[in-house]
């Protein structure tokens, strides 16, 4: 392994990570939204949260180029007055990694909520719990697999993004050349065949790794649960 790819596995695993934690509360709230209320507009709620994952990569971070690049409205305004960058920076492969990876978390959650009986909830409310207790002590145990299952699918996604971190934030060496982005360099190089290969593998076994240990998370969950 040499130095660049030690920075590239690094850095993915820092993006991933922080695409998915940042996700998460935005995720679980959107999820619960869609599982337990109605409201109008809601159909086109649930359409713009799915786009990602049937837009091209490549407009989706075309899209975020031109809104949170330095010189558009928003990016320039976010730049000024917070100190907040996006385009060409490790915050801004986050970002778009967040984004790409938020349909698949949201919609394994949804389906956690949707599964817990909702007298459960009715019955917790009776009891006297607001709605924001019963969601916490009731709802949200419940559908604790769903969570992670939902938080391990979008760190994966995130992990395998190329087209709409390379078109937001370009491919530069240690700042924002993620595992796929440098795959696809090598494979373009003469002799980058080998390093190609390695770092294949290393994605694959890291993979390997997240969805292992969300299966052992998620059943010890389960096992707590139905002990309790």
């Excluded at 713009?48 to 010189?71: A, E, F, W």
């Excluded at 007055?81 to 959650?109: E, K, Q």
């Excluded at 190609?196 to 790794?209: D, G, K, P």
Aim: hydrophobic share 55%.
């Amino acid at each position: 392994m040499t130095p660049e790819e030690w920075t590239a596995i690094r850095l993915s695993l820092l993006v991933a990570t922080t695409a998915t934690a940042a996700s998460l509360p935005l995720g679980i709230a959107m999820a619960w939204l869609l599982a337990r209320r109605d409201f109008w507009g809601k159909g086109l709620v649930d359409t713009l949260v799915h786009l990602p994952l049937i837009l091209p990569p490549v407009v989706t971070g075309y899209l975020l180029l031109i809104s949170l690049g330095r010189k558009a409205p928003l990016g320039a305004f976010l730049a000024e007055h917070f100190g907040l960058v996006f385009s060409f920076r490790w915050t801004g492969a986050a970002l778009a990694c967040g984004i790409m990876g938020f349909p698949l978390m949201v919609r394994a959650i949804r389906l956690s909520i949707e599964a817990v009986d909702t007298r459960l909830e009715a019955a917790a409310g009776t009891l006297g719990a607001n709605p924001a207790w019963v969601f916490a002590t009731v709802t949200l145990p419940l559908c604790l697999p769903g969570v992670i299952a939902g938080a391990i699918l979008c760190f994966a996604k995130a992990m395998g993004e190329f087209g709409a971190t390379i078109t937001f934030v370009s491919n530069i060496p240690g700042e924002t050349q993620t595992l796929p982005s440098l795959i696809y360099t090598l494979t373009q190089v003469p002799g980058g065949d080998a390093g190609a290969l390695r770092l294949t593998l290393v994605s694959i076994a890291i993979s390997m790794v997240a969805l292992l240990g969300s299966e052992l998370l998620a059943r010890r969950v389960g096992f707590r649960r139905r002990a309790a």
